[in-house]
């Protein structure tokens, strides 16, 4: 049945209705045509927690990232943060947000009172500048993050001393994994 532009508003009916066009034969069908020729391939990571310790990649004391996602076409990165002990995150500004998931343990931010733990999803907004810690007796904190664009390092005045983007995580990565002996292009299957 076609959607209707004059009918009610129905809350209950959804407006893309093609699931009640689909007869049930069809509904478990793969597509069944090219997928775009531009669209990259998919990346599917089945040990995103990594058995094999040389895929972190150390960034500070104390301080590694694990890399999932680096997307150099849209300039942003998805990667696991390990902070292990008292480690600290060095004190920086997002200019775009950054999306995190905290997997194992808990840290916070010494700009704010509030404590991301176990299971806790956190947004953090465009222009905010913060310092990420974890605290005694957290031996050990792993958090999902998806940063857009770069991380400014600033010291306490917000006066920069560095950046990241997705450019410079691509560059340790190389470095690490030459390395470590996976070889520098073991990066590559992380990149679209
Ligand atoms: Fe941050």
Request: some cysteine; glycine content about 6%.
């Given at each position: 049945m076609p959607y209707d532009?004059?009918e009610?508003?129905?809350?209950?009916t959804?407006?893309?209705r093609t699931?009640l066009r689909?007869?049930?034969?069809?509904?478990?069908?793969?597509?069944?045509?090219?997928?775009?020729?531009?669209?990259?391939?998919?990346?599917?990571?089945?040990?995103?927690?990594?058995?094999?310790?040389?895929?972190?990649?150390?960034?500070?004391?104390?301080?590694?990232?694990?890399?999932?996602?680096?997307?150099?076409?849209?300039?942003?990165?998805?990667?696991?943060?390990?902070?292990?002990?008292?480690?600290?995150?060095?004190?920086?500004?997002?200019?775009?947000?950054?999306?995190?998931?905290?997997?194992?343990?808990?840290?916070?931010?010494?700009?704010?009172?509030?404590?991301?733990?176990?299971?806790?999803?956190?947004?953090?907004?465009?222009?905010?500048?913060?310092?990420?810690?974890?605290?005694?007796?957290?031996?050990?904190?792993?958090?999902?993050?998806?940063?857009?664009?770069?991380?400014?390092?600033?010291?306490?005045?917000?006066?920069?001393?560095?950046?990241?983007?997705?450019?410079?995580?691509?560059?340790?990565?190389?470095?690490?994994?030459?390395?470590?002996?996976?070889?520098?292009?073991?990066?590559?299957?992380?990149?679209?």
């Amino acid at each position: 049945m076609p959607y209707d532009e004059n009918e009610e508003s129905d809350m209950t009916t959804p407006r893309n209705r093609t699931d009640l066009r689909e007869s049930t034969d069809e509904a478990r069908l793969p597509y069944r045509h090219a997928q775009p020729a531009e669209s990259p391939p998919e990346i599917v990571i089945p040990d995103a927690l990594p058995a094999d310790e040389r895929i972190w990649v150390p960034q500070a004391e104390n301080v590694w990232f694990r890399p999932l996602c680096l997307s150099a076409s849209r300039g942003y990165w998805v990667n696991l943060l390990r902070v292990r002990k008292a480690g600290v995150l060095s004190r920086h500004r997002h200019p775009q947000p950054v999306h995190g998931f905290v997997l194992k343990g808990s840290w916070r931010y010494l700009e704010h009172d509030w404590v991301a733990t176990e299971g806790a999803y956190v947004y953090e907004a465009p222009g905010e500048t913060h310092t990420l810690v974890v605290d005694e007796p957290v031996e050990e904190m792993v958090t999902l993050f998806q940063v857009n664009g770069c991380m400014i390092y600033v010291d306490p005045d917000g006066r920069q001393l560095g950046y990241e983007d997705v450019f410079t995580k691509i560059d340790l990565c190389r470095a690490h994994y030459a390395d470590i002996g996976l070889g520098a292009d073991y990066v590559d299957q992380f990149i679209r």
